[in-house]
């Protein structure tokens, strides 16, 4: 059976569960970054490329703090936004918060990302690898910045956080924020395509 993907950037309105047909497995992706949303998609393609899907972007609150700086409440905000999203949509299939956070140790700062998947009522969790931030970016966490807008002062880009991140950056676009969170999707994934193990 062929595999048909539908990506929905577009569509604000998902009142309407019926709009595009009811065979599709609706996915509904706790954020508007075009990143985040593409990093999802693709992990659902590569994980259940016999299953159809539509993807549907949602703006909800996380729960913690604009800039988590913990390993702890990065998760809890991911499972915050999978929650919120499934409170405000409840005719999806599955549900995907994923939020970014810093671990502090002495001077250094790492950054990574929690991945949360939530499907009747089961969650699948996963994190992405870590990296440390330079020292610039980390002096301006310190006073206050997220790391999206330090990026951005100290590469002297504009939204990075949509576009390629701090990975994507540092790395010369090697592993860029699509890919990053990508891996981690389809390992948070892994409980729905091994049900009966789970």
Known sequence: MQTHYKNYLSCCDISNEHQYGSTMKKVVIASKNPVKIQAVRKGFQQMFPDQEFEFT????????????????????????????ASQQVTYAEFYVGIEGGIDVSGEEMTAFAWIAIKSTG??????????????????????????????DIVFDRTNS???????????????DRTSYYTEAVILAAIPFKNKDIY
């Not at 956080?161 to 592993?175: D, F, M, Y």
């Open 122 to 151: 089961q969650y699948g969790k996963s994190r992405t690898g870590t990296f440390t931030l330079p020292k610039p970016v980390v002096k301006l966490i310190h006073e206050g910045k997220e790391l999206g807008e330090a990026d």
């Open 57 to 84: 972007g949602l703006s909800v609150d996380s729960g913690v703090s604009d800039q988590p700086m913990s390993d702890e409440e990065t998760l809890e905000g991911a499972k915050n936004r999978a929650d919120n």
């Open 161 to 175: 956080k949509q576009k390629s991140g701090a990975v994507g950056i540092l790395t010369g676009n090697v592993i």
